[in-house]
């Protein structure tokens, strides 16, 4: 089955920094990537995808890319703010075709603190 | 809260005791899902659903059990054979979008054992 990996655990920045946050895959057949935000005690909340037929995709200060020859992608955070201190996931999932539905394999997390 | 209700928010479970959390959605999504979550460990699935009377074992199906009689109501049973049932548990259901399923998360159960 499908194994993601995730780095780093921890990661601490200082406010307006950029943080990035790794994820490799073992499934080629893999083809949705999410990320989702997860704040203390809360849901995780979807925040950005990227599916495998494009390699980048940006939304605002968040920005996905997905490299699919080595079987990664990262999770690129810019001018952090102290509201983005949460857990992040990163997930892969060979999707479905037609009607069914595919799994997600979720990486470790990475916990995120941006100090002001 | 997104149309996902998880209840109840805290579970405390006797040694030797079965315990049920509920989770709804009046979402009209068809899949399912329920995903443990401890500490360092991320998500890890325990069991889904794409569609009614129809479910399939995750990654750590010992020890739980699922029924789904509706659409709407996709119930997690934790037995008396599961035993470290410790966690933060997540239901989850998705909808396809542009060929994909995006999945959302129910507020969470937090079930320990006394």
């Known amino acids: 089955g499908e194994n993601v990996e995730q780095h780093p655990s921890t990661l601490s920045v200082q406010e307006g920094d950029s943080a990035v946050i790794k994820c490799t895959y073992s499934d080629s057949a893999s083809n949705y990537f999410p990320w989702y935000k997860q704040e203390l005690g809360k849901r995780p909340q979807l925040i950005i995808d990227?599916?495998?037929?494009?390699g980048e995709k940006k939304d605002q200060r968040i920005a996905v890319t997905l490299n699919k020859t080595a079987k990664h992608f990262s999770l690129h955070i810019t001018e952090t703010q102290p509201e983005d201190s949460a857990v992040y996931f990163c997930?892969?999932?060979?999707?479905?075709?037609?009607?069914?539905?595919?799994?997600?394999?979720f990486g470790q997390g990475t916990i995120l603190t941006v100090h002001p | 809260d997104g149309g996902i209700t998880q209840s109840p928010k805290y579970l405390f479970r006797k040694e030797g005791q079965n315990v049920t959390l509920s989770c709804e959605q009046n979402?009209?999504?068809?899949?399912m899902y329920w995903y443990r979550q401890d500490p360092g460990q991320g998500l890890r699935l325990i069991y889904y659903s794409q569609i009614v009377n129809d479910f399939q074992k995750g990654d750590i199906a010992e020890g739980y059990s699922v029924s789904r009689e509706k659409k709407e109501s996709f119930p997690l049973t934790v037995t008396s054979a599961q035993k470290n049932p410790t966690a933060f548990y997540l239901c989850?259901?998705?909808?396809?979008?542009?060929?994909?399923?995006?999945?959302?998360f129910g507020a969470g159960t937090r079930l320990s054992v006394l």
């Open positions: 990227i599916r495998s037929n494009v």
């Open positions: 989850a259901s998705s909808i396809k979008a542009g060929g994909f399923e995006v999945q959302y």
């Open positions: 979402l009209n999504h068809d899949a």
């Open positions: 997930a892969a999932s060979s999707g479905a075709g037609g009607t069914s539905y595919g799994k997600l394999t």
